[in-house]
């Protein structure tokens, strides 16, 4: 233990404890900007890059970065004095004097945290004048928006992706002054092994980097004479909320329903309909490859920025993923089929739009593979949770006033075991709660799988199923997803099914979410919720959707029909590694 004195109260911590972490016990609180501990998924940056958090060493007079610095014996900490006060406000308008200072028009506008901090440490003037950057903005992709002007090299993002995700898309690039963080060769981002899961703008703290908005896109055709549809993923209900000064994993559902009506939508339906649909092929496809009837590990396929990871960096597992199309996707396909035929209306004047968690399903949707043979895709256009607050903001709708209503028939019936789709672990427990009936012909009695729930990187359990012992896996979070495939790939690991996520807490904190700013237990709450939505189900398991079953009766003629093949499944691409 060391002995140290913090504003005057005398405490003893742990050796290599940082000043930070020591003010944080007692609930002194020091403004930090490049740093982010989120101890939950083990991934801490503190480069002390940005030097906000500087505190003064009453000993000496020394001022010294309180993210990185660890306590010594007989320190004298001040962390509000004048000294450091000053230095923090310098540092800050030294920030912003090579800023583009265009907060009333930036995506990140009262989400930024630099705009936060100079606000509270009273910055009103730029005292420095000189030279700023003007690099091109790199808009390319569908997913991805990277402008490097408004980058402050916190490099969050860049330890995020690298790190955490190990997808190494981006790095720092330059000296001196021209130093920002980039990608190789200074290509787009969807010309780099970048799989879109988003979290790096998860955790920038500018406007450095922001999502693709279709904001504008769906306006345009919700003003047009096409008959343009919705629907709304698992987590979006979970998360909305927070955008209008709800709790998180407060369930909003209703009342999103009722604000889609009020935009425009001519009819709202639910993801979770498609998830179950997903899990009728998934669970069959699983329950033949346990007969023998093609290779053991099944991967789910549910998550675009896991795909697009799979295909760069463990293409030789390409036949190993199961070879059902995503929920929204699986959506996409019917209603521009089933439901076309019912309202009788041509495909071509019907527009199914997305609300997703997820910056990747943008670019997913535009996919070849998910286009039907005139070249129609399953989904126009996808919009992020953010996205839709906004558009509900601007409509000037009050969303905590609105009544609940009900999602359109007959693409809105849903199960429990669809809802739990938007949490980690959600996907490939909602499989087993319908393979284990499909193969034994029993009732399953404890549907809860919580060893496969939380937020940890890696979880794994075994269940029995007629007498054969299962053997599951969870991986959120694509490092832990590439440690796990390497364990599968040497032999050292024998699962019989696993779950991908690429993203922390599954979709619940995807990169299209309202942002959490480092506070993890925001996904907690978030898949409190997600879990809630599920037990207050009558029914819980995907085969027991009644709207699902009159589906394949009346279209499909069954589960892994020809038509449903054709409609509901998809292939792989093995792309070259960068």
């Known amino acids: 233990m060391v002995n140290i004195k913090i504003n005057g109260v005398e405490m003893a911590v742990e050796k290599n404890t940082t000043i930070l972490e020591a003010a944080n016990t007692i609930g002194i609180k020091i403004p930090t900007l490049c740093h982010l501990n989120l101890h939950d998924i083990k991934f801490v940056n503190k480069l002390a890059s940005c030097r ?47 800023h583009p200072n265009s907060c009333l028009t930036c995506p990140k506008n009262l989400n930024c945290q630099l705009q936060t901090l100079a ?13 700023k950057r003007d690099l091109p903005i790199d808009d390319r992709s569908l997913s991805l928006v990277r402008d490097a002007n408004k980058c402050i090299l916190c490099r969050r993002c860049e330890t995020m992706c690298n790190e955490v995700q190990t997808v190494g898309a981006l790095a720092e690039v330059g000296r001196g002054f021209n130093t920002y963080v980039g990608s190789t060769f200074d290509r787009s981002m969807f ?10 703008l998860s955790v920038c703290p500018t406007g450095a980097l922001t999502e693709v908005s279709n904001v504008d896109k769906v306006w345009e055709l919700l003003r047009s004479d096409k008959i343009v549809v919705v629907q709304t993923a698992p987590a979006v209900r979970v998360a909305l909320g927070e955008e209008f000064g709800l709790e998180p994993g407060t369930v909003v559902t209703g009342k999103m329903v009722n604000a889609l009506r009020r935009l425009g939508f001519k009819k709202v339906f639910d993801t979770n309909f498609a998830a179950d649909l997903t899990i009728m092929e998934e669970s069959n496809e699983f329950v033949e490859r346990l007969k023998g009837n093609g290779t053991l590990p099944i991967l789910t396929s549910c998550c675009p920025g ?20 995503s929920p929204h996707e699986m959506f996409g396909a019917v209603a521009k089929s089933y439901l076309c035929k019912k309202m009788d209306i041509d495909p071509k004047d019907l527009v199914v739009v997305s609300v997703m968690p997820c910056i990747a399903k943008k670019f997913e949707a535009a996919r070849p593979e998910l286009e039907s043979e005139d070249g129609n895709s399953d989904v126009d256009v996808v919009i992020t ?4 607050a906004s558009m509900i903001k601007e409509a000037g709708i009050n969303f905590q006033e609105l009544d609940d209503e009900d999602f359109d028939d007959p693409l809105g019936e849903s199960t429990g075991a669809g809802a739990i789709f938007g949490a980690t672990g959600g996907v490939i427990e909602a499989t087993v709660r319908t393979a284990y009936e499909k193969i034994t012909g029993e009732e399953l009695g404890e549907l809860e799988f919580t060893d496969l729930r939380g937020l ?11 007498g054969k ?53 925001v996904l907690k709450r978030r898949a409190e919720g997600i879990y809630s939505i599920d037990k207050g189900k ?27 093949i054709e409609l509901l499944h998809t292939s792989y691409e093995k792309k070259p590694k960068l």
């Open 191 to 200: 010309e780099t092994t970048c799989t879109f899961c988003g979290q790096c």
């Open 456 to 466: 940890t990187g890696i979880k794994e359990t075994e269940v029995e199923i007629d």
């Open 538 to 564: 009558a029914k819980r398991k995907s085969h027991e959707n009644e709207k699902v079953q009159k589906l394949y009766d009346e279209f499909f003629g069954g589960v892994a029909s020809p038509l449903a």
């Open 119 to 131: 606000r509270d440490l009273n910055v009103r003037e730029i005292p420095y004048e000189g030279e």
């Open 306 to 325: 896991w795909v697009n990871f799979m295909e760069q960096q463990f293409s030789d597992l390409i036949d190993i993923p199961s070879s059902c199309k």
């Open 52 to 98: 906000v958090c500087m505190v003064e060493d009453l000993r000496n007079g020394k001022l010294l970065p309180a993210c990185a610095t660890p306590v010594k014996e007989g320190m004298d900490i001040n962390t509000d004095s004048v000294k450091a006060v000053k230095a923090r406000r310098a540092i800050v308008e030294l920030l912003l004097s090579d």
């Open 469 to 521: 012992k299962i053997r599951i896996a969870v991986a959120n979070g694509l490092g832990n997803t590439r440690r796990l495939l390497e364990k599968v790939q040497s032999g050292e690991e024998e699962i019989h099914a696993i779950e991908v996520m690429a993203c922390p807490g599954g979709c619940i904190g995807g990169g299209g979410q309202p942002y959490h700013h480092g506070d993890l237990s």
């Open 385 to 388: 949770t953010r996205e839709l």
